[in-house]
């Protein structure tokens, strides 16, 4: 497993089943600060960055997304507005997600 930061608005964790999980809570994603512009570029790395909800994303090594393959009810490549406890089950699933 490997985790990654991303320009201090969000990370990406790698599991051993080479699936990686993108959460970003930074200003503009589909998260509590998504109106929050004042987060947006390099001041931003300067910042504490806090959020109720994250923008969840998911792939395989290759670039094939996956998100609705973890949760079918995702309408896109990414899931928003989600919460710790739907972090939790997504980043469950993408552990345990198959070759």
Same mark, same amino acid.
């Given at each position: /497993?490997?985790?990654?930061?991303?320009? @201090?608005?969000?990370?990406?964790?790698?599991?051993?089943?080479?699936?990686?999980?993108?959460?970003?809570?930074?200003?503009?994603?589909? &998260?509590? @600060?998504?109106?929050? /512009?004042? #987060?947006?570029?390099?001041?931003?790395?300067?910042?504490?960055? &806090?959020?109720?909800?994250?923008?969840?994303? =998911?792939? %395989?090594?290759?670039?094939?997304?996956?998100?609705? %393959? #973890?949760?079918?009810? =995702? &309408?896109?490549?990414?899931?928003?507005?989600?919460?710790?406890?739907?972090? #939790?089950?997504? #980043? @469950?699933? =993408?552990?345990?997600?198959?070759?």
């Amino acid at each position: /497993m490997r985790i990654d930061i991303i320009g @201090n608005r969000n990370f990406h964790i790698t599991f051993d089943n080479e699936v990686t999980v993108s959460v970003l809570i930074g200003g503009g994603s589909y &998260s509590d @600060n998504h109106d929050n /512009m004042d #987060l947006l570029g390099h001041e931003q790395a300067q910042k504490k960055v &806090s959020s109720g909800t994250a923008e969840l994303g =998911a792939w %395989k090594q290759g670039g094939e997304w996956i998100t609705s %393959k #973890l949760r079918p009810d =995702a &309408s896109g490549d990414v899931l928003g507005w989600q919460t710790t406890e739907q972090l #939790l089950d997504f #980043l @469950n699933k =993408a552990s345990a997600f198959d070759k």
